[in-house]
Protein backbone atom coordinates (compact mmCIF):
# COMPACT_ATOMS: atom_id res chain seq x y z
CA UNK A 1 0.00 0.00 0.00
CA UNK A 2 1.17 3.04 -1.00
CA UNK A 3 0.69 5.14 2.35
CA UNK A 4 1.45 8.71 0.60
CA UNK A 5 -1.90 8.74 -1.18
CA UNK A 6 -3.36 9.23 2.17
CA UNK A 7 -2.01 12.88 2.70
CA UNK A 8 -3.94 15.72 2.98
CA UNK A 9 -0.80 18.19 1.32
CA UNK A 10 -3.22 21.24 2.33
CA UNK A 11 -3.49 20.79 5.85
CA UNK A 12 -0.35 19.37 6.12
CA UNK A 13 0.92 23.02 4.55
CA UNK A 14 -1.48 24.97 6.57
CA UNK A 15 -0.84 23.18 9.91
CA UNK A 16 3.03 22.07 9.19
CA UNK A 17 2.52 18.68 10.37
CA UNK A 18 2.48 15.54 7.69
CA UNK A 19 -1.27 14.94 7.84
CA UNK A 20 -3.47 11.79 6.38
CA UNK A 21 -7.35 11.75 6.15
CA UNK A 22 -8.73 8.08 5.82
CA UNK A 23 -12.10 7.30 5.78
CA UNK A 24 -11.83 4.25 4.32
CA UNK A 25 -13.17 2.09 6.88
CA UNK A 26 -11.95 -1.14 5.33
CA UNK A 27 -8.04 0.01 5.61
CA UNK A 28 -8.60 1.65 9.18
CA UNK A 29 -6.56 -1.12 10.82
CA UNK A 30 -3.07 -1.02 12.89
CA UNK A 31 -1.17 -1.98 10.47
CA UNK A 32 -2.38 1.12 8.59
CA UNK A 33 -1.40 3.18 12.02
CA UNK A 34 1.65 2.06 11.72
CA UNK A 35 2.30 2.14 8.64
CA UNK A 36 1.54 6.08 8.45
CA UNK A 37 3.62 6.41 11.90
CA UNK A 38 6.50 4.50 10.16
CA UNK A 39 6.02 7.34 7.04
CA UNK A 40 6.62 10.31 10.05
CA UNK A 41 2.76 11.22 9.64
CA UNK A 42 1.94 12.99 12.62
CA UNK A 43 -2.08 13.86 12.43
CA UNK A 44 -4.98 11.81 10.93
CA UNK A 45 -8.02 12.86 10.18
CA UNK A 46 -10.82 10.11 9.86
CA UNK A 47 -14.70 10.50 9.46
CA UNK A 48 -16.37 7.24 9.97
CA UNK A 49 -20.21 5.81 9.83
CA UNK A 50 -21.31 6.99 12.94
CA UNK A 51 -23.26 3.67 13.79
CA UNK A 52 -20.01 1.52 13.46
CA UNK A 53 -19.76 1.47 16.94
CA UNK A 54 -16.94 -1.16 17.20
CA UNK A 55 -14.59 0.78 14.75
CA UNK A 56 -14.84 3.83 16.66
CA UNK A 57 -14.39 2.24 19.72
CA UNK A 58 -11.12 0.16 18.04
CA UNK A 59 -10.04 4.08 17.16
CA UNK A 60 -10.37 5.17 20.59
CA UNK A 61 -8.67 2.52 21.85
CA UNK A 62 -5.50 3.66 19.43
CA UNK A 63 -5.52 7.85 20.79
CA UNK A 64 -8.73 8.72 18.39
CA UNK A 65 -10.64 11.38 19.94
CA UNK A 66 -14.57 12.02 18.61
CA UNK A 67 -14.24 15.81 17.33
CA UNK A 68 -17.27 16.40 15.65
CA UNK A 69 -21.49 14.26 14.83
CA UNK A 70 -22.83 15.00 11.32
CA UNK A 71 -26.10 14.61 10.79
CA UNK A 72 -26.52 14.32 6.19
CA UNK A 73 -30.63 15.44 5.43
CA UNK A 74 -31.70 14.16 2.00
CA UNK A 75 -34.71 15.69 0.05
CA UNK A 76 -36.20 13.53 -3.23
CA UNK A 77 -36.77 16.24 -5.71
CA UNK A 78 -38.63 14.52 -8.38
CA UNK A 79 -41.50 12.99 -5.01
CA UNK A 80 -41.21 15.93 -2.96
CA UNK A 81 -42.64 19.31 -3.02
CA UNK A 82 -40.34 22.86 -2.51
CA UNK A 83 -41.60 24.55 0.32
CA UNK A 84 -41.51 28.14 -1.02
CA UNK A 85 -43.42 29.45 1.96
CA UNK A 86 -40.37 30.12 3.57
CA UNK A 87 -38.37 32.63 1.04
CA UNK A 88 -37.55 35.86 2.29
CA UNK A 89 -39.16 37.99 -0.72
CA UNK A 90 -36.89 41.11 0.46
CA UNK A 91 -33.31 39.22 -0.49
CA UNK A 92 -31.98 38.29 -3.82
CA UNK A 93 -30.12 34.89 -4.50
CA UNK A 94 -27.77 34.99 -7.06
CA UNK A 95 -24.54 33.21 -7.88
CA UNK A 96 -21.51 34.63 -6.32
CA UNK A 97 -18.70 36.32 -8.28
CA UNK A 98 -15.51 37.69 -7.55
CA UNK A 99 -16.49 41.03 -6.41
CA UNK A 100 -18.08 38.92 -3.22
CA UNK A 101 -14.46 37.88 -1.89
CA UNK A 102 -14.45 40.71 0.60
CA UNK A 103 -17.96 39.99 2.26
CA UNK A 104 -17.66 36.62 1.75
CA UNK A 105 -14.54 36.26 4.03
CA UNK A 106 -16.12 38.42 6.07
CA UNK A 107 -19.24 36.22 6.61
CA UNK A 108 -16.93 33.04 7.07
CA UNK A 109 -14.75 34.61 9.74
CA UNK A 110 -18.34 35.39 11.71
CA UNK A 111 -19.87 32.28 11.66
CA UNK A 112 -17.24 29.56 11.97
CA UNK A 113 -14.78 30.49 14.68
CA UNK A 114 -14.72 27.70 16.85
CA UNK A 115 -16.70 25.55 14.70
CA UNK A 116 -15.76 22.50 13.73
CA UNK A 117 -13.52 19.26 13.89
CA UNK A 118 -10.67 21.42 13.59
CA UNK A 119 -11.75 23.53 16.39
CA UNK A 120 -12.14 20.97 18.60
CA UNK A 121 -8.75 19.55 18.36
CA UNK A 122 -6.57 22.07 21.23
CA UNK A 123 -3.32 20.84 19.78
CA UNK A 124 -4.15 22.84 16.46
CA UNK A 125 -3.86 26.71 16.13
CA UNK A 126 -6.71 28.38 16.25
CA UNK A 127 -5.94 31.05 13.51
CA UNK A 128 -4.71 28.30 11.46
CA UNK A 129 -8.10 26.82 11.70
CA UNK A 130 -9.90 29.81 10.71
CA UNK A 131 -7.79 29.66 7.32
CA UNK A 132 -9.95 26.37 6.46
CA UNK A 133 -12.81 28.20 6.35
CA UNK A 134 -11.80 31.29 4.78
CA UNK A 135 -9.99 29.23 2.20
CA UNK A 136 -12.44 26.55 1.23
CA UNK A 137 -14.96 29.06 0.89
CA UNK A 138 -13.05 31.59 -1.73
CA UNK A 139 -11.51 28.31 -3.54
CA UNK A 140 -15.10 26.99 -3.92
CA UNK A 141 -16.29 30.79 -5.40
CA UNK A 142 -13.34 31.15 -7.76
CA UNK A 143 -12.51 27.30 -8.69
CA UNK A 144 -14.97 24.87 -10.60
CA UNK A 145 -12.73 21.79 -9.32
CA UNK A 146 -13.77 22.47 -5.67
CA UNK A 147 -17.28 23.19 -6.53
CA UNK A 148 -20.26 23.27 -8.67
CA UNK A 149 -22.88 26.23 -7.72
CA UNK A 150 -22.54 29.04 -5.14
CA UNK A 151 -24.97 31.16 -3.80
CA UNK A 152 -25.16 34.21 -2.40
CA UNK A 153 -28.24 35.83 -0.13
CA UNK A 154 -28.04 39.70 -0.90
CA UNK A 155 -29.74 42.81 0.23
CA UNK A 156 -29.32 46.32 -0.62
CA UNK A 157 -25.82 45.53 -2.02
CA UNK A 158 -24.69 43.36 1.15
CA UNK A 159 -24.37 40.42 1.28
CA UNK A 160 -26.03 38.25 4.65
CA UNK A 161 -25.29 34.44 3.77
CA UNK A 162 -24.10 32.25 1.09
CA UNK A 163 -24.47 28.37 -0.07
CA UNK A 164 -22.17 26.32 -2.48
CA UNK A 165 -22.84 22.74 -3.89
CA UNK A 166 -21.15 20.08 -5.38
CA UNK A 167 -22.72 17.41 -8.25
CA UNK A 168 -22.15 14.31 -7.99
CA UNK A 169 -23.38 10.81 -10.14
CA UNK A 170 -24.96 7.85 -8.53
CA UNK A 171 -26.28 5.51 -11.30
CA UNK A 172 -25.46 7.45 -14.47
CA UNK A 173 -27.63 10.71 -12.80
CA UNK A 174 -26.63 13.45 -11.04
CA UNK A 175 -27.40 15.29 -7.27
CA UNK A 176 -26.04 17.72 -5.15
CA UNK A 177 -24.51 17.95 -2.00
CA UNK A 178 -24.02 20.82 0.09
CA UNK A 179 -20.58 22.21 0.62
CA UNK A 180 -20.54 24.73 3.19
CA UNK A 181 -23.38 27.98 3.84
CA UNK A 182 -22.82 30.32 6.40
CA UNK A 183 -25.56 33.53 7.70
CA UNK A 184 -23.95 36.67 8.72
CA UNK A 185 -25.02 36.90 13.11
CA UNK A 186 -26.77 40.03 11.55
CA UNK A 187 -28.64 38.26 9.59
CA UNK A 188 -29.68 35.00 11.21
CA UNK A 189 -34.24 34.42 12.21
CA UNK A 190 -34.58 36.02 9.14
CA UNK A 191 -35.18 32.98 6.70
CA UNK A 192 -31.79 33.97 4.96
CA UNK A 193 -30.71 30.19 4.72
CA UNK A 194 -34.00 28.92 4.09
CA UNK A 195 -33.74 31.30 0.93
CA UNK A 196 -30.37 30.15 -0.11
CA UNK A 197 -31.85 26.46 0.74
CA UNK A 198 -34.86 26.85 -1.50
CA UNK A 199 -32.93 28.40 -4.43
CA UNK A 200 -30.63 25.61 -4.47
CA UNK A 201 -33.93 22.83 -4.94
CA UNK A 202 -35.17 24.77 -7.29
CA UNK A 203 -32.22 24.88 -9.12
CA UNK A 204 -31.44 21.47 -8.74
CA UNK A 205 -34.98 20.16 -9.47
CA UNK A 206 -34.43 22.12 -12.82
CA UNK A 207 -31.08 20.65 -13.44
CA UNK A 208 -32.79 17.03 -12.71
CA UNK A 209 -31.16 15.89 -10.10
CA UNK A 210 -32.35 13.17 -7.81
CA UNK A 211 -31.95 14.61 -4.68
CA UNK A 212 -30.42 17.18 -2.69
CA UNK A 213 -28.34 16.59 0.26
CA UNK A 214 -26.40 17.93 3.22
CA UNK A 215 -24.13 17.67 5.96
CA UNK A 216 -24.88 19.26 9.64
CA UNK A 217 -22.90 18.79 13.29
CA UNK A 218 -25.13 17.31 14.93
CA UNK A 219 -25.27 20.35 17.68
CA UNK A 220 -25.98 23.16 15.28
CA UNK A 221 -29.58 22.94 16.33
CA UNK A 222 -30.97 26.00 14.12
CA UNK A 223 -29.67 24.48 10.92
CA UNK A 224 -30.83 21.37 11.75
CA UNK A 225 -34.85 22.99 12.25
CA UNK A 226 -34.01 24.63 8.76
CA UNK A 227 -33.56 21.30 7.03
CA UNK A 228 -36.58 19.52 9.04
CA UNK A 229 -39.00 22.53 8.37
CA UNK A 230 -37.91 22.58 4.51
CA UNK A 231 -39.07 18.67 4.45
CA UNK A 232 -35.70 17.09 4.23
CA UNK A 233 -35.01 13.66 5.73
CA UNK A 234 -31.85 12.84 7.90
CA UNK A 235 -30.69 9.41 6.48
CA UNK A 236 -27.19 8.62 7.93
CA UNK A 237 -24.28 10.25 10.73
CA UNK A 238 -20.77 10.04 10.70
CA UNK A 239 -18.51 10.79 13.13
CA UNK A 240 -14.94 12.75 12.93
CA UNK A 241 -11.55 11.66 14.67
CA UNK A 242 -8.34 13.06 15.05
CA UNK A 243 -5.35 11.10 16.65
CA UNK A 244 -1.95 12.35 17.29
CA UNK A 245 1.32 9.87 16.17
Known sequence: M????????IDTKRFGIKTAKINNIEILTLDTLNLLKKN???????????QNIELINFLEDHGFR?????????FDLPNQEIKTNYLNQEIKVREGNSMDIEQLTNIAIDCFWDYG??????????????????????????????????FVAEFE???????????KRFENKQYSFGGLGAVSSESRGKNVFSSLVIKSL?????EGHLWQEHNVLINNYPVNKVFSKLGFSNYKSETTLHVWL
Open 2 to 9: DINQFESY
Open 40 to 50: DFKFIISRVPS
Open 66 to 74: IKDIQLTYK
Open 117 to 150: HYFADSKLNKLDCMEVYKDWTINALLNKNVNDKF
Open 157 to 167: NRLLGYLFLNL
Open 202 to 206: EWAKT
